[in-house]
């Protein structure tokens, strides 16, 4: 479904993403795992084409690197910022109908069903985005996201601050999103979340790919995690 | 006295709400862009040519009707081919943009349709007394004016607060990247607001026209007094702008209306003043006279005293 070729990109003249490759298949959970500064991030933005790539990124066979973010997100990509970005002044249901696609009525999702599946946010419709809990934002984040019905979806950093109990809900709402056929590019930290619903993992080091796996492979690899993902 | 009252009420009415149909397109603009665009009041001219060039061969209601269109196309195109291309150059280059397209348009103004004024009528079909009041006549068509500037409010609030193209605009002003990462072609929407925005200034110059004289210096006129209002109502706010228009509106209607004088107010104060003394002009001046001086006047208090407007959001 999308498939990254020798991926570079820079901050000024910081080479942030030096040559990176990796790929994500129909339905698939992917993570993408690595200390903080390492490019991550910025590898997520490349791809959404808020940070300029150079190199190949390749979305449902159509070359996708240098179209505008809303051209790739209207492709079907998904993305869900690390700040959240919650709109503060609209209410959570207009956040929700803000990432309504006109040419997608039918889609996986509806605004009723992310009610009924997160009763906190159907109680809380009418109020402004802006005084949500930083659980409720992220919920409300990634489901703005999923109104627009996309085929993968790339989540940045979704437990970040997040109450355990959060972190929990966070991880079911992302193994419903895979069962309903829609493919994870998550980005995270964290290693027991990336380790419980990943197909496969990708580790990142220096802007540069470091190590590819299965998350049982992953545990394996002791001095991979003591050299790239332990603190 | 009463019919005074009533009467600078209703053309205070009449002169706020144009000026709102001025300001807010000016508001959206700035909300969206952040650039004051100098050459709006230009659009409201262009409106007024607009619809006086298509009245000569359709009527008056076919230059209500297209003037506008012309105008939103022209503002969206400026927008389009012009500012989103200085705009990478920062706010003062789109400053200087917008400040030339204003003497543009008043050269191709003059270019196309002379210097003199133009005898731009009001349609026959309101020609007539609304009604009569203390023996005076409210003319027909200032009551058309009210009609549509209030239905203009109404729409376009309702279109920024409870439509979904409203939404989509609100969060673009704040979150352009995300709104783009959620499938909205942002670039198109700021188009559409300029169209939108400049298109206002043009229904405005298409019913001012009749009344406050089609010519060429019609824009500057207006044009720093809506500049007033947007500071007045609070740079970026829709509700500020419409509070600022009606109370220039009315603040100038009553003022013109009024015959009170500083020797009035000296001799309320029990104060004599000199024929002789060298300020004498001062003391005879009246109301009527400095009305024009009014809303600077009054922007200068506002930004002494709330330097964020009435409704202002700029610290935010």
């Known amino acids: 479904m999308l498939e990254v070729s020798d991926l570079h990109a820079y901050y000024g003249k910081s080479h942030i993403l ?13 993570s993408l795992l690595g200390r903080n500064g390492v490019g991550r991030s910025t590898t997520v933005k490349a791809i959404m084409g808020e940070v300029l790539p150079q190199g190949s990124i390749r979305f449902k066979n159509q070359e996708i690197g240098g179209k505008k973010s809303f051209e790739i997100a209207n492709l079907g990509l998904g993305y869900v910022p690390e700040n959240r970005d919650i709109f503060p002044t609209l209410t959570a249901r207009q956040n929700l109908q803000l990432g309504m696609k006109s040419s997608k009525a039918n889609g996986r999702w509806s605004v009723e069903e992310i009610f009924s599946m ?12 802006g005084v949500l809990s930083g659980g409720e934002q992220q919920m409300l ?12 979806i790339m989540i940045d950093e ?5 109450a355990p109990k959060i972190v929990e809900q966070v991880a079911n709402l992302l193994q419903e999103i895979a069962n309903r056929g829609v493919a994870i590019l998550l980005v995270e930290q964290k290693l027991n ?16 790919m470091v190590y590819e796996g299965t998350p049982a492979s992953l545990m394996q690899a002791d001095e991979v995690r003591a050299e790239w993902l332990e603190v | 006295m009463l019919e005074v009252f009533i009467f600078a009420t209703l053309n205070g009415l009449v002169t706020g709400l144009l000026l709102f149909m001025l300001a807010s397109g000016l508001t959206l603009i700035f909300s969206m862009m952040g650039v004051l665009n100098f050459a709006h009041a230009s659009f409201y001219m262009l409106g007024a040519y607009f619809a006086y060039s298509i009245s000569l061969y359709l009527g008056f209601w076919a230059g209500l009707i297209f003037a506008p269109l012309i105008v939103g196309v022209l503002g969206a195109l400026v927008e389009r081919y012009g500012l989103r291309r200085v705009h990478q150059s920062g706010h003062v280059a789109e400053l200087v943009f917008t400040f030339g397209m204003a003497f543009l348009i008043e050269e191709a103004v003059q270019f196309f349709w002379g210097p003199d004024t133009k005898n731009y009528q009001s349609p026959d079909l309101l020609d007539f007394p609304l009604f009569t009041l203390f023996g005076q006549e409210f003319p027909a068509y200032r009551g058309f004016m009210i009609g549509i500037s209030i239905s203009i409010f109404i729409g376009l609030y309702y279109l920024l607060t409870r439509s979904r193209v409203g939404i989509i605009i609100q969060a673009a002003i704040t979150h352009p990247h995300t709104v783009a990462n959620l499938g909205h072609n942002v670039p198109f929407i700021f188009m559409g607001v300029f169209g939108v925005g400049t298109a206002l200034a043009g229904i405005a110059g298409v019913i001012a ?13 207006l044009g720093s007094i809506v500049f007033v209002i947007v500071v007045i109502g609070g740079l970026g706010s829709l509700v500020g702008a419409f509070i600022a228009s009606l109370l220039i509106g009315l603040l100038q209607s009553y003022a013109i209306a009024s015959d009170v004088g500083v020797q009035d107010l000296l001799n309320v104060l029990g104060l004599e003043f000199d024929r002789n003394h060298p300020l004498t002009d001062l ?7 400095v009305a024009p001086i009014l809303p600077f006047l009054l922007l200068v208090l506002v930004l002494i005293f709330r330097p964020t407007g009435l409704m202002g959001k700029r610290e935010q």
């Open chain 1, 18 to 30: 030096q040559g990176i490759t990796f790929n994500v298949q129909e339905g698939e959970i992917v």
């Open chain 1, 118 to 129: 997160f009763p906190n946010l159907a109680d809380r419709a009418e109020i402004d985005g």
């Open chain 1, 141 to 152: 984040c990634m489901c703005r996201t999923l109104m627009g019905d996309p085929d993968m």
């Open chain 1, 158 to 162: 979704p437990t970040e601050g997040l």
């Open chain 1, 193 to 208: 979340i990336a380790l419980n619903i990943s197909h496969r993992l990708y580790v990142m080091g220096h802007g540069q």
């Open chain 2, 209 to 221: 026209g009749p009344i406050l004289t089609t010519f060429p210096g019609m824009a500057v006129v």
């Open chain 2, 283 to 289: 003391w005879t001046l009246t109301l009527p006279q």
